[in-house]
C-alpha cells in the first residue's frame, strides 16, 4: 500500500467524531501528540493520543491500531469514575484491569470491534518489552501484564516469579469477571488492586516504565509470525470473543473501507479553502505542532464570558436615568438605571500578525492572545481571516492561518503555533503581498498586530492609501514590553496613516481592545 499521506486534520476530525459517538459526549475534545503514553482526562474532557506515525506496520495497519486505541478510551470516558497515573505500580494494574472491563462492557455496545481488538492485542504483544530485558519487580509486573493480557509471556521468569504471576492472574481475572456480572464499577475494582499487589508482593509505588508503540529489535515480526501470533491471543480469548478467523482479522474488510474514504477525502480536501496563488503567501505545513501550548483556557473562558451578551446583539448599561430601576446599584452609589444598548459587531476584519524577530521573548504569550482573540471571535460568529508574516530562509513570507470562508479549529490554531518569529518589520512589503486578497475581499477593518517600526514609513503610507480607497478601516495595535514603550509604537503607527491605533502592553489585553474596536454605537 502507498505512503500514507492521511493529513493531521483529517485524522483529527474523523478521530474526534469517533471519540464523541463512542463515548456518548459531545464535549470532548481530541488531540493528537507524539508523546510518552495516551492520555485521557475525564474532568477536562480531553483525549491525547498518538500520531499515526507512532504505530509500526503498514499504512492501514497503522489506522487500525489508532482507531482502536481512541475506542478504548472512549469507553474509558464512558465507563470508568476514575483514570490513575501509570506511573506507579497500582494505577498501572487498575488501568489495565480497566481496559479487560470496559473493554467487555464496550462490547455489548460495539459489536463490530471483536476483530480489532483482537488485531490490537496482536500488535500489543509486538510492542510488549522480553522479561529478559527487565530486572526486579518491573519483571514481575510487566509479566503480570502479559499473562492477563495476552495468555503469555515474552522472555523468561523464574519459577517463584511466574508462581505469582499466575496466583495475581487468577485474582484480576475473578475480580474482572465478577464486576461485569454485579454491574461493578471503577472503585469496586480498585480495592481488588491490593490484593494483586500482594500476591505479586511488590510495592504498589514502584515507578513503572512507560511501555509505548516500539520494536526494541528494531525489526517488525513477518506475516506469518503475526497470523501465529493473533491465533494464540484468538484462542487465549476465545472464551470471552467466540471463534474468530485471524486471515479476516488481518484483512479487516469492514474498516479498510473506511480508510479508503478518508485516503480519498485527504486527497480531495487537501489544502480546500486555504489554496492562494498570490506569490509570498503561503499555507503552514501541518506537522505534528502542539497547539495546546498557546491555548489559555482562562483567558478564553472569561473573554467569552464578558461578551456573552454581544451573541445577543444588546448589552446592559448603568446609566443616570433609563428604563429599569436597579436598587442595589443605587445604595452601592453607582448610576441606578439601566438600558438595553444595541450592540453592532462589523462582521468581517481582516488580522495581521507581526512575527518579526521582536516578539520572540513573548512569542508564547503573544500567541496565546492572539488564539484567544480568534476564539472569542468565532463565538460571537465574527467573519474574520488572520494572516501572519515573518522572514524564512532571507525571505519575507506572508502565512494564511484561517481564510475568511473556514472556521476557526483545532487546525488553525496549529498553524499559528509553527510560525516563528523572525525577521524584521517589511510592513509595505507584506501589504503589497496583501492587497489582491484585500482588494477581492474588502474587509470592513484591516486589523495589524505589531510591535516594532516599519522598515520603510514612506513606503507604508504610501500603500495605505491604497486601503483607505478601498473603503478599508485600517486599525493598528502597537505592541510594547511596557506602557510607555506601547504608546510610542502606537503615537509612531497613526503618523503612518492609520485611522486608529491603539497602545498594549499586557498582552492579554489585546483580544478585549480588538473587540472593542468591533462594538460600536
Known sequence: MRSLQLRNDTVLEIGTFLVRRWSGRENITLNIRDQKEIQTKLRENKVTIFPLEKYQGTDFQKYRQFRTALWYESMRIRHSSKILSNDHAFGFILNTLEMRRIETVGRDYWQGMDEEIIFNYGFTWLYRPLLNSLYGHNRIVEGFIQYFLLGEMKGEIPPSAFEKIQNAVKIANEAVKEAIEKKYGTDWLEKKVSEIIRALEIDPLLTIPISIPKLSSGIAMS??????????????????????????????????????????????????????????????????????????????????????????????????????????????????????????????????????????????????????????????KVQFSVYAFNTEQKQVTCWLIKPENLQWNNTAAKRLAQIKANGSTPLAEVYNLLLPTVRSKKPDIFLTLTDGEPSDPDAVRS????????????????????????????????????????????LNEIPKRVLNVLGTD
Open 223 to 380: 506475516e506469518q509470525e503475526f497470523m501465529k501470533t493473533l491465533n494464540k491471543i484468538s484462542k487465549y480469548r476465545e472464551s470471552d470473543f467466540g471463534e474468530l478467523d485471524s486471515t479476516k482479522i488481518t484483512e479487516g474488510k469492514q474498516i479498510f473501507d473506511e480508510f479508503k474514504v478518508l485516503l480519498e477525502e485527504a486527497k480531495r480536501s487537501e489544502n480546500k479553502g486555504l489554496t492562494t496563488n498570490v506569490v509570498g503567501i503561503s499555507i503552514p505545513a501541518l506537522t505534528n505542532v502542539d497547539e495546546t501550548k498557546i491555548y489559555d483556557t482562562d483567558l478564553i473562558n472569561n473573554l467569552k464570558a464578558k461578551f456573552k451578551e454581544w451573541k445577543s446583539g444588546w448589552k446592559e448599561q448603568h446609566l443616570i436615568t433609563g428604563d429599569e430601576f436597579d436598587q442595589e446599584t443605587y445604595i452601592e452609589g453607582h448610576k441606578p438605571f439601566m438600558t438595553d444598548k444595541k450592540i453592532a459587531i462589523k462582521t468581517r476584519i481582516f488580522i495581521l500578525l507581526d512575527h518579526s524577530s521582536s516578539i520572540a521573548e513573548q512569542e508564547t504569550q503573544y500567541k496565546k492572545a492572539t488564539l484567544a482573540l480568534c476564539e472569542v471571535l468565532d463565538f460571537l
Open 463 to 506: 500603500v495605505m492609501r491604497d486601503f483607505k480607497l478601498l473603503g478599508i478601516k485600517m486599525v493598528a495595535i502597537g505592541v510594547g514590553h511596557d506602557t510607555g514603550y506601547a504608546i510610542t509604537i502606537a503615537n509612531n503607527l497613526r503618523r503612518l496613516g492609520y485611522e486608529r491605533t491603539l497602545a498594549v502592553s499586557r
